[in-house]
């Protein structure tokens, strides 16, 4: 099989696993699960320098950027407003013009605000952004996100940190029919299994934090969600059997012995 | 004189522009991002850029993360 890339705004990936940094006991700890995780691709929040109190350890010591692309995300912004300068701040501090655009519309569910994320998104890319816009699982919503310029869509599987896995697998599969771009499923996975089935439905990559961070060995976690991703979509490009109500045999009918 | 640098007041003595803010703060100039009066700051300009009573700065680095509480209220 010639080799399969993931490719968003012209740049290729090899690997399909996106990861957070978040909720990691240490960052030398982060770093290892970035490693076993095998991602080309990790996302950073922007927060305010704290003055008072500033640790001596910074979270780019910890982050190979010859090695990792850097994808600056606007997590905790609630407004288009918030959003859109948090990326700007985002681009000057970081080496590249890339945002993952959370417009958050609600504090208990995180889940998106879809008319401020669609303000957002137009903002960005007029102002020069690659934006990957974290969404609900709204093929209408995602629709309008490429069609405003978006570089991917980011459907959550479940609410963020919330390991359930894929809430409406059959919304993901007709996002991904009706997108020209990569499909990534952003939050809610928990476990390896639910990373193979989110791949298995043709989703084009998965960014996932809390599921390898929050695990009791995120190293172990981000190596089974590595294969389980992997797994996925060697299982999607190899094309499944069709389901049926009643068996097939395997083996031959002829010659069993004694009949 | 007194700026608001990341939303608390900040004592500037003997300091007058961007770069030599962040010399004091500590801060590698290549790992944060600047806004001044709400205006982001281009690296190239720290030098020339001068800082007035009553201005505003915000310094900004990236953080761990991926969804957190309003940014505007937490401290990195």
Redesign the interface.
């Known amino acids: 099989m010639s080799e399969d890339t993931l490719t968003i705004a012209g740049r290729k990936f090899r690997s399909r696993l996106i990861v957070g940094t978040g909720k990691y006991s240490s960052h030398p700890l982060m770093a290892r699960a970035h490693e076993a995780a095998g991602t080309e691709m990790v996302t950073v929040a922007v927060r305010r320098v704290n003055i008072s109190e500033r640790s001596k350890e910074s979270l780019l010591d910890y982050i190979d950027t010859e090695k990792y692309f850097l994808l600056p995300n606007t997590a905790g912004c609630y407004t288009a407003d918030e959003a859109v300068r948090t990326a700007h701040l985002g681009r000057e501090a970081g080496l590249s013009n890339w945002v993952k655009l959370e417009v958050i519309g609600d504090e208990k569910t995180l889940f998106p605000d879809n008319q401020a994320l669609l303000d957002a998104t137009q903002r960005l890319v007029k102002d020069g952004f690659v934006v990957l816009p974290y969404t609900n699982d709204d093929p209408v919503v995602c629709r309008k996100l490429e069609d405003s310029g978006a570089a991917a869509v980011m459907p959550l599987g479940a609410p963020i940190g919330s390991g359930l896995g894929l809430q409406n697998p059959n919304a993901i599969r007709i996002i991904k029919e009706f997108a020209t771009i990569p499909v990534i499923v952003d939050a809610g996975v928990g476990t390896p299994s639910d990373a193979t089935l989110a791949m298995e439905l043709g989703v084009d990559a998965i960014l996932m934090n809390t599921g390898i961070a929050g695990a009791q060995s995120p190293v172990g976690m981000a190596t089974a969600m590595r294969l389980a991703v992997e797994a996925g979509r060697l299982g999607y490009l190899s094309g499944r059997i069709p389901r049926k109500r009643y068996a097939s045999a395997s083996s031959p009918v002829e010659g069993v012995v004694g009949r | 004189m007194t700026i608001t640098?990341?939303?608390?007041p900040?004592q500037l003595a003997g300091l007058r522009t961007i770069a030599e803010l962040l010399a004091q703060?500590?801060?590698?100039p290549r790992?944060?991002?600047?806004?001044h009066n709400l205006v982001?700051?281009?690296?190239a300009v720290y030098d020339s850029i001068t800082i007035n009573d009553g201005d505003t700065v915000?310094?900004?680095?990236?953080?761990?993360?991926?969804?957190?509480?309003?940014?505007?209220t937490?401290?990195?």
């Open positions: 640098l990341n939303g608390d900040f703060l500590e801060l590698d790992r944060v991002a600047v806004e982001i700051v281009k690296r915000e310094v900004v680095s990236f953080v761990a993360g991926g969804s957190s509480p309003r940014w505007t937490t401290r990195a």
